[in-house]
């Protein structure tokens, strides 16, 4: 069980969780070993700090924790951060890993002839349909957002819409999947993420922490 008087930290599970880890060392952070058992299905572990306790959950479930106090702090992308678009989230600081980009893509063979500043309703498939409503409304256009949480770039070929919001890297699955990237909507990182709340009551410690994650990226980079 967490211990109320503990903070709780939540980080990713996922390919990022290899990029957050070794930020997370040099910032004194050490989970206990079952943290690294594959097969271990506990998902609070101790650290080497006694005031401090990891959570590890998936990404969009970082958000909702934080924001409704059950992390205190924690490490979240900024497609997560925008999708969940909470008040009661504080992201100080970059973490400057797990860079990639927001993108709109659409079938190869139909760009050249799409002009999207003729668009007024679109049909599109993503896993941030928030994003991606405030993304078209912004310039005049409707776009009814088709939720999928995963294999997006599948969606033209399966005949549920034309276009997608998802996120790239090297866009090497948008090309095996016949996609050529029209419009890039945001970069992303990782963030430190703080519920505000917690950092009014216990001000003191997570601004120790925040300034500790700092200086391990400014190490980092150095």
Known sequence: MLSNDKLVFAVPRGRILGDVMPLMKRAGIEPEDS???????????????????????????????????????????????????????????????????????QPEERAPSD??????????????????????????????CVKLNGAIEIAPAMGLCQRIVDLTSTGDTLKANGLVEIEEIAKITSRLAVNRTAFKTRGEEISGWIERVREAVDAGQA
């Open 35 to 105: 943290f690294w058992d594959k097969n271990a299905r506990q998902l609070s572990f101790s650290t080497s700090d006694p005031s401090l306790e990891i959570v590890r959950v998936r990404s969009f479930d970082i958000a909702t924790l934080i924001a409704f106090g059950a992390a205190h702090i924690g490490i979240a992308g900024l497609d997560v951060l925008m999708e969940f678009e909470s008040r009661e989230i504080y992201a100080p600081l970059d973490l400057g890993v797990g860079g990639c980009r927001m993108i709109v893509a």
């Open 115 to 144: 002009d999207p500043r003729r668009w007024s309703h679109i049909r599109i498939a993503t896993k941030y349909p928030e994003i991606t409503r405030r993304h078209f409304a912004a310039r005049g256009v409707h776009a009814e």
